[in-house]
């Protein structure tokens, strides 16, 4: 069971439990037919620089590893077989399918002492979305320039391929998008692009000239022209046009020459497409329309769409800006508005609405359709908009990558789990984490409160409530032990909060006085527990509201001022 365990994350696989056993160091020759003269540096480093293997060129290896190229393959999928012959047959569709394929034979090597034990298995593995990744795309604080460099890692660790550049702090991407990047820009943009590159990372540059850009202005196109050539000589060829959080209303003079917005919009996205066309050989572009999140048809999206060529894709972000779940029949609905590719962009676990950014959403990546992949709806891919906090959505981000690759297997509370050991690489902070994510759930995908909290509230049941709190304290306590300087250093305000917390509830246990202005003290606090069980106790029963906070599962239409 040892081979199926480590080869859990893969769709088929086979085996006997027979090994082939080898003495170390083992001689390998590569045989590569994916292109013309591919040798062994295509391989990861683990196997082309790996102490166990003496590579060679000519003469009798003892074991022969061999690429091909099967163009009936999905793109990142693979076919993986290690025969009694001492052969490894790896085919793909692609380079990161080849990748793939060496990470799953790496698992099932074994090293004892000077000898490999090599498991005789066929795995067959075709990931659920072509497209798979990171949208930056929130308000507030911005990632350092290190945390997209880490996310970029990250992501390719992680099976996922697509990395879209949106940060809403960059003005050269969206209020000063007629000027160039600085010389220092251009520098950190090759880094970027750099590590993309060795991660196997589609990198998507995404422009927001939707402000203020003028559709009757040849100047306005040619700036525009000027930014994105800037882009494609550093090697981008992935695009996204974001028509998104800006005004319907247009001018009279665009009002006289297009008649609606949409049509302005669609003769825009057309003449990206057509310069993106003439200046490179295989370009990609998304558009995200004004109208991104609709779980109905409308005039709109009709025009836009019937004016922008089929092969360009649209973003949406689900039957609303924050979606609390996308069903199958959401879409299906707007696969037939669209009748295009689709890129799911979902606002999760994003914390930047409103009073958001003073919580942590800990929680699954649940509430998505395993259906969403099924051809038919040609949806692209999903890319996710992470928190403000680059590392604690690695939690959120982990667990959606098990959606990702295989969406028919993906099961939230397992996959949950699953994530947290991986994170904490400790049983017992696994569980300490999950006790602490249960009380800073996603109050857009699920409620602002667990429900038995909220049960327990309006019960006034004190004793519950008090083992909530002090549970809470000994998870945090526990967590401290958790050896990721970054993880310490992004949750810390947190953690402070949890100890106020507990002393405020223990002053209104106590009956202590002041304890109106003990807790307008804390108030004004800018981190919160989403549980936040002694405020909202306080409300309930010292300033007798009627009512707990107001859940707003779904936000149907997000507004700028709305965000930090």
């Known amino acids: 069971m040892t081979i199926y365990h480590a080869l859990k994350d893969y769709q088929e696989v086979m085996t006997r439990g027979d090994y082939l056993v080898f003495d170390t160091p083992l001689t390998c020759r590569f045989v590569g037919r994916f292109f013309r003269f591919e040798n062994q540096k295509a391989l990861l480093a683990e196997l082309a620089t790996s102490k166990y293997f003496q590579w060679i060129e000519e003469g009798q290896a003892e074991v022969t590893m061999k690429h091909f190229f099967n163009r009936q393959l999905a793109k990142d999928a693979f076919t993986l077989k290690v025969s009694e012959d001492k052969e490894i047959i790896i085919e793909s569709q692609n380079l990161r399918g080849f990748r793939y394929a060496q990470e799953a034979l790496l698992k099932v ?32 604080t911005p990632w350092t320039r290190e945390e997209r460099l880490d996310c970029l890692r990250f992501i390719g660790r992680k099976r996922m391929n697509t990395y879209m550049y949106a940060p809403k702090d960059d003005d050269y991407q969206r ?148 979606a609390s779940q996308i069903s199958q029949a959401d879409i299906e609905t707007m696969a037939a508005v669209y009748q295009r590719p689709i890129i799911i962009w979902d606002n999760i676990p994003v914390n930047d609405y409103q009073k958001d950014p003073e919580r942590l959403f800990l929680t ?63 049983t017992e902070l696994a569980l300490a984490l999950q006790a602490f994510a249960w009380h800073n759930g996603n109050r857009h995908l699920h409620r602002d409160l667990p429900f ?71 108030q004004e606090d800018k981190h919160r527990i989403g549980s936040d069980i002694p405020s909202r106790y306080y409300r309930i029963y010292y300033q007798q ?16 001022e709305d965000y930090a």
């Not at 909060?497 to 006085?513: G, S, T």
């Open 175 to 322: 209020k000063q998008w007629r000027d160039l990047y600085p010389e220092d820009w251009v520098t950190y943009f090759k880094e970027l692009l750099a590590v993309a590159k060795e991660q196997g990372i589609d990198f998507w540059y995404m422009i927001s000239p939707g402000l203020d850009f003028d559709y009757t202005k040849e100047a306005d196109y040619q700036l525009l022209y000027q930014k994105l050539q800037q882009l494609l000589a550093l090697g981008v060829c992935h695009f996204g046009l974001l028509l998104d959080d800006i005004d319907y209303q247009i001018v009279d003079a665009v009002e006289r020459r297009f008649k609606k917005t949409a049509y302005a919009q669609a003769h825009l996205a057309t003449e990206v497409h057509h310069f993106l066309n003439q200046q490179h050989a295989a370009p990609e572009l998304v558009i995200c329309p004004t109208e991104y999140d609709n779980h109905h048809d409308s005039i709109y999206l009709q025009e836009l769409s019937e004016r922008i060529p089929k092969e360009i894709a649209f973003f949406w972000t689900g039957p609303s800006t924050l």
């Open 545 to 560: 509201q009627d009512k707990l906070t107001a859940n707003q599962g779904q936000v149907t239409q997000a507004r700028p």
């Open 452 to 522: 038995e909290v909220e049960e327990a509230l309006l019960a006034k049941n004190v004793s519950t409530l008090s083992a909530w709190v002090a549970e809470l304290v000994e998870r945090v306590n526990t967590l401290r032990k958790l050896d990721k300087p970054a993880f310490q250093q992004a949750i810390a305000p947190w953690f402070e909060r949890v100890a106020k917390d507990q002393d405020f509830w223990q002053a209104m246990l106590n009956q202590e006085p002041q304890l109106e202005t003990l807790y307008a003290d804390l």
């Open 364 to 426: 699954p990546f649940a509430n998505r359709s395993p259906f969403l992949c099924q051809p038919d709806y040609q949806v692209k891919g999903i890319v996710s908009n992470p928190m403000i906090s680059w590392e604690l959505s690695k939690l959120t981000l982990t667990d959606m990558s098990h959606y990702l690759w295989d969406a028919n297997r993906y099961q939230p509370s397992h996959s949950w789990l699953e994530t947290l050991t991986d994170y904490t690489e400790d």
């Open 109 to 140: 090597m074994t090293f004892k002492g000077d000898k490999l034990y090599l498991p005789i298995v066929s795995v067959k593995h075709s990931p659920s979305f072509a497209m798979r990744g990171i949208i930056e795309g929130f308000y507030g």
